[in-house]
């Protein structure tokens, strides 16, 4: 025989051999979301958990633009309990006729009611950071109730309702009163730090998610200790100056008005010289229009403007020192990341205080916050007022 025609066989054994342990892609379930809860009624001393995972059904697999000939939706959520997450999603696999595959999911919710527990939130992201399969790109949100019930949202024309709620959360640079959702990565760097954090909420109304507030976690505990609601959210997002539009309603003339931000800055300054009274400065920039008005106030000429302007920097003083307030006085955690900071570019120090920053003698909430802002409105919009 041919020595080439010899060669070719052995190369197409081989080849044909590799395929063989391989899955059919209708055999696997690709999940997009997962929900986790507690179970209501234990039967063990024991946590028992309940998993519910939204897959894509297989008219979905492989179409243009993600459509599919489900009527209603093109998802189907399948739950399963047990002691852990690892038995829960081994529950899932006997009750479904595709083995999940987390390669391409896209979000977690997490109850409200699991997070403020203790000890268990940790158990939970141990799961999804150790899996091979899970991307630390996954992002997390915490339920304002049950987490199933988030999984069970059917946005009309939608056909994969967790891809619509984790495109809600681009909207971020829209609005300044949605927290960005943090990436299971981000979390995991939290966890190892032992740093306080806040994980934006979501709750269903009517036939779609609503992303509001903020759970606040205690760094140490890794448990929910309080919430934020959507001004605090607002407050925190122009501290962190992570949003890049959004909108600040303010008060001129006794009249309600809008300025639409175009740029947002918030710059950092911490003096750690003095351990017992840390200085923190956040100098917030903001540039924008005035996007809505009420009465028939004209703002022709730059007196009018810098009276619009000083206006908004006093609302927004307002909401940065009201969530700063929240920090300190009432949760007493470093939520804003500035313990992050000093870690960064004070290194030295941070080694010094990192135990008894928001922990131990909690230097976090005798330090001595300034908070400084600079506005400046470009213009007043297509027109000089609507009403005589």
């Known amino acids: 025989m041919n020595i080439r025609i010899i060669v070719c066989i052995a190369l197409l054994s081989v080849a044909l051999s590799g395929c063989w342990g391989q899955r059919d892609i209708e055999s696997q379930g690709f999940v997009i979301g997962t929900g986790i809860d507690l179970e209501e009624e234990e039967l063990s001393e024991e946590p028992q958990f309940r998993m519910t995972n939204q897959t894509v059904v297989p008219p979905m697999l492989g179409t243009p633009g993600g459509q599919g000939t489900t009527e209603n939706s093109g998802t189907k959520n399948i739950t399963a309990s047990g002691n852990s997450l690892a038995i829960a999603s081994a529950n899932i696999d006997a009750v479904s006729a595709r083995v999940p ?146 909108v600040i309603d303010f008060l001129y003339n006794e009249k309600v008005m809008d300025l639409r931000i175009s740029d947002l800055d918030s710059d950092l300054h911490i003096n750690v010289n003095d351990p017992e009274n840390i200085k923190i400065s956040i100098n917030i920039d903001v540039q924008g229009s005035v996007n809505e008005m009420s009465g028939g106030q004209t703002l022709r000429g730059e007196q009018y403007l810098d009276e619009i302007g000083k206006q908004v920097t006093k609302r927004i003083e307002e909401l940065a020192m009201s969530v700063i307030d929240k920090g300190q006085k009432n949760l007493k955690v470093d939520f804003f990341g500035f313990i992050e900071h000093i870690h960064a570019k004070h290194y030295n120090e941070w080694k010094k205080i990192k135990d008894n920053w928001d922990l131990g003698d909690n230097l976090f909430a005798g330090s001595t916050i300034d908070v400084s802002v600079k506005t400046k409105v470009e213009a007043i919009g297509a027109m000089d007022k609507t009403k005589r």
């Open 101 to 246: 595959f987390y390669e391409h999911l896209k979000l977690i919710v997490i109850s409200k009611d699991l997070v403020s527990a203790p000890d268990l939130f940790p158990s939970v992201m141990d799961f999804f950071l150790r899996q091979a399969e899970m991307r630390r790109e996954i992002k997390l949100v915490i339920a304002d109730g049950k987490a199933d019930s988030i999984m069970e949202i059917e946005p009309k024309g939608e056909l994969l309702p967790i891809i619509y709620i984790q495109s809600s959360f681009e909207n971020m640079d829209q609005t300044l009163q949605i927290l960005n959702a943090p990436r299971i990565g981000d979390i995991n760097e939290l966890l190892l730090n032992n740093y306080s954090y806040a994980i934006p909420m979501i709750k269903p109304a009517e036939d779609h998610g609503k992303i509001e507030g903020a759970a606040v976690f205690r760094g140490d505990t890794d448990m929910m200790i309080g919430r934020l609601d959507k001004e605090e959210v607002k407050g925190l997002n122009l501290i962190k100056g992570e949003s890049e539009g959004g």
